[in-house]
């Protein structure tokens, strides 16, 4: 396998996922919605005051992108990794094309880690798209006047810019994560459906299960407390022991499903 030959296969297959309708309606959306909530916001008399930073997106355009960025979270992000990692493989199996694939000048290993890196890929690019849209949209409509922090402490809009850039690059390994794992339900049930549904069903079932009593190390495993890890670099000062931990979480989820993608595929005869 060599860096050329993943390179090669990521771009192809980059190309091919972007030429989807779902994926271009996808970024579409990711580039529109902040504007379309902006705009509601402008003229609308009443606030989101049930969501963090929600009073303050009349008073503070950055409000903006954080309030977006607690909706995404919780039902918007799982959304775009599934529809990124759960259809990549499964496809070659509806159309009955891995035989064609594994006939590239490329190994079974460039084709499958350049499938991988692509999914990777434009999962996070849809989140710089909805991050950069967000920011766009309460600077140019709102503005950028100093926002309160969650410690009742005043940030002014350079240090609360620089806070909620940081808050939109936490949530990037979580969503790496739920991608890899839409990726092996995707290689293990060959079915695009269950790839792209199931993932998103564990992640709304993992929302539920953290609004229940009990123990807290539990909830601080699932995948989906690591979205909202970004609450503590909002905080005066600041702290960091939950972004540590929604990393190390991250990775446990990406490993095991990744090595679950990898044991699979060696084992199957994809190329029948």
Known sequence: MTVR???AVAGVECSKLLAQLKL???LAVCAAAPF???VVVLIQTSLPTDTLFGRAVKDSGLAVSLVILGFAALWGLPVVSSIAGGDLFSAEDRYNTWKSVLTRSRTRMEIVTGKLVAALGVSFLAVLVLALSS?????????????VGLSGVLLSAPDASVRIGLAWLSVVPP??????????VSIVTRSSAAGVGLPVLAALAMQLL??????????RLLITSAFGAWHGLLAD???????FDAMLVSAGYAA?????????????????
């Open 36 to 38: 379309g909530f902006a």
């Open 210 to 219: 953290a609004l229940i009593d009990g123990p807290e190390l539990p909830r």
């Open 256 to 272: 095991v499903a990744l090595f679950l993608a990898y044991r699979t595929l060696r084992r199957r005869e994809i190329g029948g």
């Open 237 to 243: 000062p600041p702290f960091y022991g939950p972004l």
């Open 175 to 184: 969503v790496l994560a739920l991608t890899a794992v839409a990726i092996v």
């Open 24 to 26: 271009r309606l996808l």
């Open 135 to 147: 920011f766009a949209a309460g600077i140019l409509l709102i503005g950028a006047q100093p926002i």
């Open 5 to 7: 030959g993943v390179a």
